[in-house]
C-alpha cells in the first residue's frame, strides 16, 4: 500500500494529509485537517481484504460501535468509516502528547503510586471495552500517550478490537517478540480472553516501575522473567506479585478479570490525598501525572470504585457512585410498507431508514456483562386502540389519553447472561434459578421467569446498584414499545420476518418464511424510535400491572393499575415467538397468573433516576 503524500484530499475534500504518524498501532495513521470540524484529527488505513458485503457490513457496524466507548483514556473514534479506492479508512481525535514509552525512555521508571495511577486508568478504560465484549489484544506503551495538557493516558490505538484491522496478513508477525503480548496471540487457533489484555497491562506497568522491558513471552522458556521488585527493589510485595501473576505464560494460571487483576494492586495506595511537594512538581518523572479529580475512578466489574480518599462529591464534579454517567448515542430505525404494483397489488417490502439519537447508561453487572439502559422521555400520547382500527380487541379500548413522566428502560429484554448474574446477587425475597430458559444462549431472553421471579430480579438489582429498578408500567411499556408512533407496530402497519421473531407461517409466501420455532438474540433486528430492541414479538414481557379487562379504570398519569384481589393475572405486552403477528402490536394486551413460567415470557425493566 502507497504512503499518501501532504495535500492528499479524502472524502470529497474533508481530510488534507498532513504527514504520517510513526505513533505505533495497527495499519498506517496519518495527521490530517478536518476541514469540517476545523481540527486536526488521526486518519487510520488499512486495506480491504474481504469480498463478502455481509461481512463489510458487520466489519464497519463494529468500528462504529467501538466509537461510541466513551471514556477519558480511549481515543475519541468518530463514527465515520469510509472507503476509496479499495482501501479502509477511520477517522480519530488526534492527541497531542509524549507516549509513555518515549516518557520512560527520556525520564527514567516513575514511583509506584504515579504508575498504579496511570495503570489503574488505562485499565479502566480496557475494562470498558470488554463490557462491549472485545478485547484490544495490541496494548503497549506506544500506544499509549500523555496528553500534552491534562497529563491523563490516552489509549490512541484500539488493537484488534476494531475487526477493520484484524484480517491484515501480518496480524500475528511481531506476536511472540513483542514484550507485551502473552504466548496466546502467537498461537493458532488460540483462545483469547479479558486474561490476555491483562498480560499486556501487567507488562506496561513492569515497564513503568523499572524502566526496562520484560523478557518476550517466547524467550521466556529460555530466560526467566527478572521479578520487577529485583530491579526497583523499592517496590511493594503485592504490587510484584500482581505483576507476576499478570504475567503468568498460563492464561489459567493469570487473574480471570480486570476486576480480579486490579484487586491484587494496593490500589488503597492512591487513596492518600498528600498535598504535592515542590520537589515532586517539579520532578520529570512525577510532573503532572495524576488523574483529574473528574476522572479519578476506575469502572469495575462490579461497582464504582473512588480511588480518592474523600469520596465527598466535588463543587465541580458532583459524580458519585450512585450517579450514573449519562452518554449519547446514534442508530437508524426502520418503517416498512407494502410495495404496491399497477392494480393494487403488493410487490414487497419497501424498507425506509430513519438516523436516530437518544441518551443511555450503562449498569455494569460483572463478569464482562452490562446492562444499557435507554433515555424514554417524558410524553403524551393515546394508549389503546381506536374504534376504526380493524386489528383492535376490546380490551383495548377505550382509547384514552396518558401523561408519561420520564424514565430510562433496558435496551433488551433482559438476556440469559445478564440474568445469570444477577440471579447471583443477595436475596431479598425468594430464591432464583439462575439457568431457567428453555432456549439456552447468554444473549438469548431469558425465559421461564414468573412474574414473581421478574420482580426479585429487580429488587436485587436495586440492591445492588442503589437506583430505583422496577418493571415498567403497562402505560409505560406501550409508550415506550411505540417510540414516538402512531402505527400499529413501531415500525408501520405491517409486520414481516425481516422486523420482529414470531409465526410468520400466516400470510407469508412459501420460501419467505423464517419462523424458527425459538428465540432469537435480542440484537438481530432493528431498534424503535427510542433505540429499544424486540418490543414486538420474541418474548412476551412482564408489567407491573394487574389485568383489567378494559381501560375505563385506567390512572391517567402512567401509573400501574392494581387490582384489590391479589391473584388477579398480572400484564404482558408485546407478543412472542410462538405467536402471529397480531400480537405483536404496540396495543395488543394479554395475562397471565403472576407465577406462570413459560418458554415465551420474558421482561425488560425499568429505572427512574433520582434528580
Known amino acids: 500500500m502507497e504512503t499518501w503524500k501532504k495535500g492528499k484530499q479524502l472524502n470529497n475534500g474533508q481530510y488534507i494529509i498532513e504527514s504520517m504518524s510513526l505513533r505505533g498501532g495497527r495499519g498506517i495513521a496519518y495527521k490530517a485537517m478536518d476541514t469540517t470540524r476545523g481540527k486536526v484529527v488521526s486518519v487510520k488505513t488499512t486495506p480491504k481484504v474481504w469480498q463478502n458485503p455481509e461481512i463489510e457490513k458487520k466489519i464497519v457496524q463494529q468500528g462504529i460501535n467501538i466509537a461510541r466507548c466513551n471514556h477519558p483514556s480511549l481515543v475519541k473514534v468518530y463514527p465515520e468509516v469510509f472507503q476509496e479506492n479499495d482501501l479502509v479508512y477511520m477517522v480519530m481525535e488526534y492527541i497531542e502528547g509524549d507516549d509513555l514509552a518515549s516518557f520512560i525512555d527520556r525520564h527514567g521508571k516513575l514511583s509506584e503510586k504515579d504508575a498504579l495511577k496511570l495503570i489503574a486508568q488505562i485499565a479502566s478504560a480496557v475494562n470498558l471495552l470488554h463490557q462491549k465484549r472485545v478485547l484490544h489484544q495490541r496494548l503497549k506503551p506506544q500506544n499509549i500517550i500523555l496528553d500534552r495538557l491534562s497529563r491523563d493516558p490516552i489509549i490512541v490505538d484500539y488493537g484488534l478490537a ?17 514484550s507485551f503480548s502473552p504466548p496466546e496471540l502467537g498461537e493458532e487457533k488460540a483462545k483469547i480472553g479479558a486474561y490476555t489484555d491483562i498480560y499486556s497491562l501487567a507488562a506496561i506497568l513492569y515497564v513503568l516501575l523499572t524502566g526496562q522491558l520484560p523478557t518476550p513471552s517466547q524467550f521466556r522458556q529460555y530466560k526467566d522473567l527478572i521479578p520487577p521488585q529485583q530491579l526497583s527493589p523499592n517496590l511493594g510485595d503485592r504490587t510484584n506479585q500482581a505483576i507476576l501473576a499478570g504475567m503468568s505464560l498460563d492464561p489459567q494460571q493469570r487473574p480471570k478479570y480486570i476486576r480480579d487483576w486490579l484487586n491484587l494492586l494496593p490500589l488503597e495506595q492512591l487513596k492518600e490525598n498528600n498535598p504535592p511537594s515542590e520537589q515532586n512538581l517539579n520532578s520529570p518523572s512525577t510532573a503532572n501525572i495524576s488523574l483529574s479529580p473528574e476522572q479519578d475512578f476506575i469502572i469495575d466489574d462490579e461497582q464504582v470504585i473512588p480511588l480518592q480518599g474523600d469520596n465527598s462529591p466535588s463543587p465541580l464534579n458532583p459524580l458519585t457512585a450512585n450517579t450514573p454517567k449519562i452518554e449519547s448515542f446514534e442508530f437508524d430505525s426502520v418503517v416498512i410498507q407494502a410495495k404496491k404494483k399497477l392494480f393494487g397489488l403488493v410487490g414487497g417490502i419497501d424498507k425506509q431508514i430513519i438516523s436516530k439519537q437518544n441518551k443511555f447508561f450503562v449498569e455494569y453487572l460483572g463478569e464482562g456483562i452490562n446492562l444499557e439502559m ?46 445469570t448474574i444477577v440471579s447471583n446477587f443477595p436475596k431479598v425475597n425468594r430464591h432464583l434459578k439462575p439457568n431457567p430458559s428453555s432456549f439456552k444462549g447468554d444473549n438469548l431472553p431469558v425465559e421461564r421467569v414468573s412474574w414473581h421471579d421478574a420482580r426479585e430480579f429487580c429488587l436485587r438489582l436495586k440492591g445492588h446498584t442503589q437506583r430505583n429498578y422496577r418493571l415498567p408500567t403497562e402505560a409505560e411499556w406501550e409508550y415506550a414499545c411505540r417510540g414516538g408512533s402512531h402505527s400499529l407496530f413501531s415500525f408501520g402497519d405491517m409486520i414481516n420476518p425481516q422486523v420482529a421473531n414470531y409465526d410468520s407461517r400466516v400470510n407469508t409466501k412459501k420460501g419467505e418464511d423464517k419462523y424458527d420455532r425459538k428465540t432469537t438474540p435480542v440484537d438481530s433486528f432493528s431498534p424503535n424510535g427510542f433505540g429499544l430492541y424486540d418490543c414486538h414479538g420474541n418474548v412476551w414481557e412482564w408489567c407491573e400491572d394487574h389485568y383489567t379487562p378494559s381501560y375505563i379504570n385506567k390512572a391517567k398519569d402512567g401509573s400501574a393499575f392494581y387490582s384489590k384481589l391479589m391473584n388477579s393475572p398480572r400484564v404482558v405486552r408485546g407478543g412472542s415467538w410462538s405467536l402471529t403477528g397480531n400480537y405483536c402490536r404496540s396495543a395488543k394486551r394479554s395475562s397471565y397468573a403472576a407465577d406462570s413460567t413459560y418458554n415465551f415470557i420474558g421482561f425488560r425493566v425499568a429505572c427512574v433516576l433520582d434528580g
Open 374 to 419: 435507554i433515555f424514554i422521555p417524558a410524553g403524551t400520547f393515546l394508549m389503546g386502540s381506536s374504534n376504526n382500527d380493524p386489528e383492535k380487541e376490546k380490551d383495548e379500548t377505550p382509547q384514552y389519553r396518558v401523561n408519561i413522566f420520564p424514565f430510562y428502560m433496558s435496551k433488551y429484554p433482559i438476556t440469559q447472561a445478564q440474568w
Open 162 to 178: 476494531i475487526k477493520l484491522f484484524a484480517f491484515e496478513n501480518d496480524k500475528q508477525k511481531n506476536a511472540m517478540t513483542d
